[in-house]
């Protein structure tokens, strides 16, 4: 046998064991569904194991970049880790980022992924909503990215129960959209804001005044129980 028709057989043979293994290792299916149920599984694993490759390689290799390479690098590990949903990773990033470039044009995204990795964390409030000031109070009022970085401060403050202190940063947020920038983007962040608003307008607002008639035949009005936890349900004789 020459050489070339060795390494062709070996090839064959190579080609065929490939083709066996994934024959063999390829599950039947009973229809569409399971089929793309797997492989779309398959295919998250696969990705998620590429990301996880690629964070701890661009990690290994950040302590020898420097300037713009070193600023890409970590950016670009902060997504992947955030990919990951390895929140302590970002915060690491995030704050050795902001400890090398605190100047940096990015410092204010930055500081935002540090504020919401906190939160996932559940880092003490203080902390998390410094974070959110500091993302935008390096920005001036004029830099289009103001209003989402106030917005996702507006957010926070609504999940931690400070609504009051959210409608102001809202107002603020809806200030800083100028009139010249209403773009699609734009118009975007103002539903956000309205929506937002409206929701808390309407969690501030008193209960609307009625009198009703409970199962007893009690006349009750929710001014009797004000100062108190009432929870009313509303439903018709139809719906048991």
């Given at each position: ?6 390494t ?15 024959r ?10 399971g089929w ?31 300037g ?9 590990a902060m ?7 390895d ?7 995030a704050?050795t ?9 990015y ?10 990795s906190?939160?996932?964390l ?5 902390e ?15 830099n ?7 917005i996702?401060f ?31 983007s ?11 608003m ?22 009750r009005s ?8 009432l929870?009313?349900d ?5 719906c048991?």
């Amino acid at each position: 046998m020459t050489r070339a028709t060795g390494t062709m057989v070996v090839g064959l043979l190579l080609t065929t064991g490939f083709l066996c293994s994934a024959r063999a290792e390829s599950p039947e299916f009973r229809d569409l569904k399971g089929w793309e149920e797997y492989y779309s599984s398959a295919e998250t694993r696969f990705q998620r194991e590429l990301d996880r490759k690629r964070y701890d390689s661009l990690v290994r290799m950040l302590p020898r970049l420097t300037g713009d390479y070193h600023v890409t690098a970590i950016r670009t590990a902060m997504s992947l880790a955030e990919r990951l949903g390895d929140a302590e990773s970002v915060a690491t990033l995030a704050r050795t980022f902001l400890k090398d470039y605190p100047e940096n044009v990015y410092a204010s995204d930055v500081w935002v992924d540090l504020a919401e990795s906190l939160e996932t964390l559940g880092a003490p409030t203080g902390e998390i909503s410094d974070a959110y000031q500091a993302a935008f109070a390096r920005s001036n009022t004029k830099n289009r990215d103001r209003p989402r970085r106030l917005i996702s401060f507006a957010e926070y403050l609504i999940r931690s129960g400070d609504r009051s202190k959210a409608k102001s940063v809202l107002q603020e947020a809806r200030d800083s959209i100028l009139p010249d920038t209403l773009t699609p983007s734009a118009k975007i962040l103002l539903d956000r804001i309205r929506i937002h608003m409206k929701n808390l307008s309407f969690h501030d607002a008193p209960p609307p005044p009625f009198r009703a008639k409970d199962l007893d035949g009690k006349v009750r009005s929710p001014a009797a129980y004000k100062g108190r936890i009432l929870l009313i349900d509303f439903w018709a004789t139809w719906c048991a």
